[in-house]
Structure formats: C-alpha cells, structure tokens
C-alpha cells in the first residue's frame, strides 16, 4: 500500500509540474491586417486649493470654487495597416481617425472633437522591438500616446501564476511631473486561444518632480494566444497629487483607461 501511495504521489507531482498548460507572450500585431485600435481616458476627482485670503480671492473673481470637481475625458480611435512579419522586421502604419476631448473642470465645459486621417505614421518591429520610423507632418498627432511603444517582455512557457512587469513612467514636458510607474501582469487562466491576466499598478512620484504624486490600481487584459496581439485591457487607478507653493492643490482622482483592437 504504502509502495503504491508513493507512485500515485510521484505521478501526481508530475503531472502538476509538467502537464499544465502554458503560453508564450509577445506584443504584437496580426500580420497583413487592417483593424482599429480605440483607446479611452476618463479621469474624475476634486481639485482642493488653499492659500492667502488674497490668493482666494483672486480665485474666486476669476470664478473658480476652492473645492473643484474635475472631469476629463479623452477618446481617441487610430486605423492600422500591418505587412508581412519577417524574422527581424514587422511594417505597419496607422493614423488617428477620431480625437475627442470632453472636459468638464467645476461647470466649465470644453468640447473638441477631430482627427488626422492624412496624418500617416509608420512603424516596424526591429528586432522584436517596435519603433516609430517616420512620423507625419502634423506634430499634433505625433504627440499623441502610442501603446506598441510600452516595454512589453517576451516570455516563453508562461502557466497560470506566473508574472512580469512593465514600465509605465511619465515626464511631462515641462519638467514639472515625473512619475514611475510599474505594471505587474498575473496569467489567471488560459482558454482556447486566450489568456486572461490580471494587473496591479503603482505609481508614485520621482524625487525630482515638482507634483507629489501616488496611486495605486488594478486591470485585466485579455490576449489572443493565435495571433499573438492585446484583444482588450482595462485599468481602474485611484490617484492623490499635490502642488507646494504660495496657493496649495491637493487632487483625488479615479482614472479608468481602456484600449480594444478590434480586426476588420
């Protein structure tokens, strides 16, 4: 009895070890396909301000409360055009078909809607590295965020638990706000021809930075294991800043952000 515990144990050991399932991830795009990539921003909160009796105001002449609600929300929907993957090169180009601005800071309200349908940016994958080779002639849509340029690993032989981690770091132009972010993405379970990870982010604000800054949040993203390409990923992050100075800002924000490839 006891010989055959030790072989059923053995076989068991075995099979958990060496017979579950696992995946190989890599960024990437479905070769020779048109699809278009939506991506949405949608950040509210309450803005906080103190300072001098003067400093308020001041403010308040210029119509703003001590206590604002903010909202913002930014849409954006770009077309893609993918070639032939080669083992060391990958082409592809898009443009942004639709931008969308809708802001709403304490009652004052901003619409702005367009796009850039001649604006034409190429790409390629060098390497397995994705790289902007020519931009387009309107800097208004070179400036836009471009997801294929997040520092996504390769990773091979991937089960359910295992993890890996992005950078997710922001400067702003002005110098003003430096903040390190980092991704940390769980395989939960793998389907037909999906995975399912779950992600937790944080983020917190460099030495450097003149905006105080922390947050912390959580997501999933779907990924098509034929194809080798993000389907869908969504993130919740709860966000506090401040801003020393003469006239005090202290921000809570609620961001949720999500991107969809959808194949035409």
């Known amino acids: 009895m006891k010989k055959i515990l030790l072989t059923f144990s053995f076989s068991l050991v075995q099979i958990l070890a060496y017979g579950q399932k696992t995946i190989d991830f890599e960024f990437s795009y479905p070769e020779n396909s048109n699809f278009v990539i939506e991506q949405s921003t949608n950040t509210s909160g309450t803005m906080k301000i103190t300072g001098s009796p003067q400093e308020i105001a001041s403010?308040?002449?210029?119509?703003?409360?001590?206590?604002?609600?903010?909202?913002?929300?930014?849409?954006?929907?770009?077309?893609?055009?993918?070639?032939?993957?080669?083992?060391?090169?990958?082409?592809?180009?898009?443009?942004?078909?639709?931008?969308?601005?809708?802001?709403?800071s304490d009652g004052k309200k901003q619409k702005r809607e367009g796009g850039f349908p001649n604006a034409?940016?190429?790409?390629?994958?060098?390497?397995?590295?994705?790289?902007?080779?020519?931009?387009?002639?309107?800097?208004?849509?070179n400036d836009l965020p471009k997801y294929f340029l997040y520092n996504f690993p390769k990773i091979t032989?991937?089960?359910?638990?295992?993890?890996?981690?992005?950078?997710?770091?922001?400067?702003?132009?002005?110098?003003?706000a430096s903040v390190s972010g980092i991704l940390k993405y769980t395989l939960t379970k793998i389907e037909d021809n999906s995975a399912l990870f779950s992600i937790a982010i944080t983020q917190n604000s460099n030495k450097s930075s003149e905006i105080n800054l922390k947050g912390s949040g959580t997501g999933e993203m779907v990924y098509n294991l034929k194809d080798k390409y993000i389907e869908l990923e969504?993130?919740?992050?709860?966000?506090?800043?401040?801003?020393?100075?003469?006239?005090?800002?202290?921000?809570?924000?609620?961001?949720?952000?999500?991107y969809k490839l959808i194949l035409k």
């Open 59 to 104: 403010l308040k002449k210029a119509g703003y409360n001590q206590i604002r609600k903010l909202k913002y929300v930014v849409d954006y929907s770009s077309v893609y055009k993918t070639g032939k993957k080669l083992t060391d090169s990958f082409p592809f180009e898009f443009y942004y078909s639709n931008v969308s601005y809708d802001i709403d």
């Open 120 to 141: 034409i940016i190429k790409g390629n994958y060098i390497d397995g590295k994705p790289v902007v080779v020519q931009n387009s002639d309107v800097q208004a849509a």
């Open 157 to 176: 032989n991937m089960k359910v638990g295992d993890s890996f981690t992005t950078d997710r770091s922001m400067e702003s132009k002005n110098g003003g």
């Open 234 to 258: 969504k993130m919740t992050i709860n966000m506090t800043s401040s801003v020393a100075g003469t006239v005090k800002m202290n921000v809570d924000n609620t961001i949720i952000s999500t």
